[in-house]
């Protein structure tokens, strides 16, 4: 039986090889495409964009300068664009274009897991993360990303300075982090998922440590309710304060037992622990706490 | 634009304990039994002692007893109004040992006096130097004073131990009081909700040793953690007189250094707070100040402001064709938000670059950030020839599909069986044949395509 086999519509089929879905990804750890969405989304994150593409001008970022910014999407979208660019392999062009938007988000939506991800390898910030879950962050702005910089000494002398950022003023839609990284010795990088609206810097927790108020070229030590006192906590400030006794001022040796003594008695104005309750080392401790500073910053506009 | 306050962190849930006692302080312990036997109207009594020692850290730490210390070692800030404090990992390490030894058991809610001890020396005491003398040298010896001590099961003489030799005098003006002692202690509880589990669970409890003194500004202050076990007698005063018991031709004390540390208190407006209301945060966003001078023109002034407020910088910009020019740039970090309007993909940079008729300058932002990427793909070299394997293995595949798909459309009129469901021997062989036709359809197809 003779037949004629047809011939081929290279136009058709090229449309049809157009059509042809990207094959299934494999993104197992440590494929190609596992590597290449990686460093996608670092990139993302702005993982290595040289400091002067950031901040074009010095002027930009004083000394002492916090900076809002929003990141600028197109921005983003040109320089990924640019690193998937290389490599042409001269495959149909909407072919590739499926697969290059599949690799594109799938390094869009990691950015939002790189901290959390890093958080929870090293066990002891673990708690960071599960605790952002319980605090109900969500991303904030539809894939809108905002953040700040910080240079201060503040970000050198404290290396520990801890951030939190709201969508709104008033602070109750918390955002999550999606980098934060001194990325250089006075310099803090912040981005959120989502438009920050207020910031808040606060001391590291360790921080929490034991302190007096330098008053009139003396020392005083303003007072905290040891217990419960009506509708004040434990660990609120009563108002008033005692006087340091020194055991000489010159050295700044603190007479230990008369401050704990002056703390415990009622002659510290108009306080005195309920009765029963006792007043030991763990009452003096809690006295003696200074508080962890909080500066809080909003975002105009 | 910012505030303060200076309260407990918020949901830091932080419980101060008075004293975790060791169930049995280290040290050698006694254990007697006596057993009464009445046996045929006669009673005998049987005796038995076992001693035991309870072993614990004596006269060094290891490196995971100290959980932190503050001020942070080498640290710089207004440490002056601060006692500085060492958090240690073992709870009941401050009650472990006594100052003490002869001390009847504390009554509840008594103070409870700890063996440690943090002394704060200030550069100009100045700090004694800590040196490595052995444990058989912890001992009285001409003019330097050690309390008498009991030797432990595990301690060799020659096992090595850090200590600093303090002048009496300055012992007894640093030095707390043995009263001083059952307030310097506590142990810190937190809140383990929020901790990290691993193998066991996560600690909950720190010991806390209080130094008793004050830094000065623009001082360096040494923090030693010293052991005090069985100083008690000879401890100061509360108003610093030296101790009586001290012998006469002591003139400096030997104590044992546990850790040690040195920070500096620095000028009082360098609190964190002091140093963050004083940030500029006027523009609020990464932009240049308006701060040149006028042109005189108006409408360029409002230009530039505008440009500024935008977080446009104009640059020099050297064109494809070696003009130098000036461009507009901006960093990916605005001043204000902007929709997501570009629409990539792009290949090259050039089309990328935008003109403004306005000013008749370009905006090279997008231009130069796809440039960027580019440079920095081919920089990464692990990158680029992932991306270059991963396009490949893609376009291998969809001329593969293709390929497989033509055949069976092509040939499946030759088949008794439905298109796709060829028998493996058959299917290679017309695979073969075919090939040769398909292959090179395939390449002038991916040709074709490419722009």
């Given amino acids: 039986m003779a037949r004629q086999l047809p011939r081929i519509d290279l136009r058709a089929h090229s449309l049809r090889l157009n059509a042809t879905p990207p094959v299934a990804m494999d993104d197992a750890q440590g494929s190609d495409l596992a590597l290449v969405v990686s460093w996608m989304t670092r990139l993302h994150l702005l993982h290595g964009v040289p400091f002067n593409y950031l901040v074009p001008d010095e002027r930009m970022l004083p000394v002492e300068s916090l900076r809002f910014f929003r990141l600028d999407e197109n921005w983003m979208d040109a320089l990924l664009d640019g690193a998937y660019s290389i490599g042409f392999a001269g495959v149909a062009e909407p072919t590739s274009r499926a697969a290059r938007s599949q690799v594109l988000a799938a390094a869009r939506g990691g950015a939002a897991r790189v901290r959390p991800a890093m958080l929870a390898a090293s066990p002891r910030l673990a708690a960071t993360s599960s605790e952002n879950v319980a605090r109900g962050e969500t991303s904030g702005g539809g894939g809108a990303v905002s953040g700040f910089l910080l240079r201060s000494a503040v970000v050198a002398g404290w290396p520990g300075v801890e951030v939190r950022g709201w969508a709104d003023a008033a602070g109750t839609q918390p955002l999550a982090l999606l980098r934060l990284e001194a990325v250089a010795p006075s310099l803090l990088l912040c981005l959120f998922d989502g438009v920050a609206a207020a910031v808040e810097l606060r001391e590291p927790a360790e921080a929490l440590h034991f302190g007096v108020e330098a008053v009139d070229g003396g020392w005083r030590k303003e007072t905290r309710y040891a217990a419960p006192v009506g509708d004040r906590a434990a660990g609120d400030f009563t108002g008033t304060s005692v006087d340091v006794p020194l055991r000489s001022a010159e050295t700044g040796v603190v007479d230990v037992a008369a401050l704990a003594a002056a703390l415990r008695g009622p002659s510290h104005g108009g306080w005195s622990p309920p009765d029963g309750a006792a007043f030991t080392a763990a009452e003096f401790g809690l006295e003696m706490v200074e508080g962890v500073q909080v500066v809080r910053f909003q975002a105009d506009g | ?451």
């Avoid at chain 2, 730490?61 to 601060?82: H, I, M, N, R």
């Avoid at chain 2, 030894?101 to 100009?124: E, M, N, Q, Y």
């Fill in chain 2, 1 to 451: 634009m910012s505030d303060q306050d200076g309260t407990l962190p918020a949901g830091a849930d932080v419980t101060f304990v008075q004293y975790l006692l060791p169930p049995l302080r280290s040290g050698e312990v006694t254990v007697a039994a006596a057993q009464v036997v009445e046996a045929a109207g006669a009673a005998q009594t049987f005796v038995t002692a076992q001693r035991l020692s309870v072993a614990g850290a004596r006269y060094r730490l290891g490196p995971d007893d100290v959980a932190g210390v503050f001020p942070p070692p080498g640290s710089q800030g207004e440490f002056a109004d601060v006692l500085p404090h060492v958090v240690l990992s073992s709870p009941t390490l401050p009650w472990q040992r006594a100052a003490d030894p002869a001390a009847p058991p504390p009554a509840a809610g008594d103070p409870v006096a700890t063996w440690l001890a943090v002394l704060p020396f200030r550069a100009l005491d100045p700090p004694p130097v800590p040196h490595a003398v052995t444990v058989g040298e912890l001992a009285p010896s001409g003019t330097v004073f050690f309390p008498p001590r009991t030797p432990e099961a595990g301690e060799a003489n020659g096992d090595p131990v850090t200590v600093i030799d303090v002048p009496v005098d300055l012992f007894a003006a640093v030095a707390p009081t043995a009263e001083d002692l059952g307030w310097l202690a506590h142990v810190r509880r937190v809140d383990v909700r929020a901790r990290p589990a691993g193998d066991g669970p996560p600690q909950s409890d720190f010991g806390v040793v209080m130094g008793n003194r004050l830094g000065l500004p623009g001082q360096a202050t040494t923090a030693v953690l010293v052991s005090l076990e069985g100083w008690a007698p000879y401890l100061p005063a509360a108003d610093g007189t030296p101790s009586s018991l001290l012998p006469e031709q002591a003139e400096t004390v030997r104590l044992v250094v546990l850790h040690s540390w040195t920070y500096s208190a620095v000028d009082q407006q360098q609190t964190f707070a002091g140093l963050l209301t004083a940030v500029s945060t006027s523009p609020s966003g990464v932009q240049l100040p308006v701060d040149g001078p006028a042109t005189g023109d108006a409408s360029v002034d409002a230009l530039v402001a505008d440009a500024g407020a935008m977080g446009y910088t104009a640059m020099d910009h050297g064109l494809a064709n070696g003009d130098p020019t000036v461009s507009w740039y901006r960093g990916p970090l605005l001043p204000l938000g902007t929709p997501r309007f570009l629409a990539p993909p792009h290949t090259a940079a050039s089309p990328l670059m935008r003109y403004d008729p306005t000013t008749g300058m370009f905006d090279v932002t997008y231009a130069a950030a796809w440039s960027l990427g580019r440079l920095m793909a081919l920089h990464d070299n692990a990158f680029a020839t992932a991306l270059y394997r991963w396009k490949l293995t893609q376009a291998r595949s969809s001329v593969e599909a293709l390929e497989t798909a033509l055949l069976d459309e092509t040939l499946g009129d030759f088949l008794p069986t439905a298109p796709g469901t060829l028998g493996e021997a058959r299917r290679s062989r017309f695979a073969a044949a075919a090939m040769g036709v398909a292959a090179p359809a395939a390449a002038r197809l991916a040709a074709d395509s490419a722009p």
